[in-house]
């Protein structure tokens, strides 16, 4: 299984950045599909989650009404698009796959494999 993210980049405080994250080796329409981030000396946070279908989708606090998860099953790809950037946004973004059907998608447990991260850097 790999998972392959794109898309950051240095950006200015209210800007906009769209993340991919294509994937392989396994049947991508089947699972849930998360976005996590890690900023420097910081524990990696859930940012975002979307079930097999899209049917339901989680978000952090944090990021409610500025970012926007979605998946295309038949690119086998997740995005997130991320508006109204802050300074605090800034981390490096990993997508991840829950291929154990756990429920609770907020949780850095429940996802098994894990793209190689992208960094996002947003300056003020």
């Known amino acids: 299984v790999q998972l392959q993210a794109s898309g950051g980049g240095l950006v200015q405080a209210g800007d906009s950045l769209r993340l991919s994250c294509t994937t392989s080796?396994?049947?991508?329409?089947?699972?849930?599909m998360g976005w996590f981030r890690q900023a420097p000396g910081k524990e990696r946070e859930f940012v975002a989650a979307?079930?097999?279908?899209?049917?339901?989708?989680d978000y952090a606090d944090s990021v409610k009404g500025r970012f926007t998860i979605s998946r295309d099953n038949a690119k086998n790809t997740e995005y997130l698009q991320m508006n109204s950037l802050k300074p605090e946004d800034t981390a490096v973004y990993y997508c991840?796959?829950?291929?154990?059907?756990?429920?609770?998608?907020?949780?850095?447990?429940?996802?098994?494999?894990w793209g190689q991260g992208t960094l996002v850097t947003v300056s003020s």
């Open positions: 991840a796959v829950n291929a154990g059907r756990r429920r609770d998608l907020k949780n850095v447990g429940s996802y098994d494999y």
């Open positions: 080796g396994l049947t991508f329409s089947s699972y849930a």
């Open positions: 979307i079930n097999w279908s899209g049917g339901r989708i």
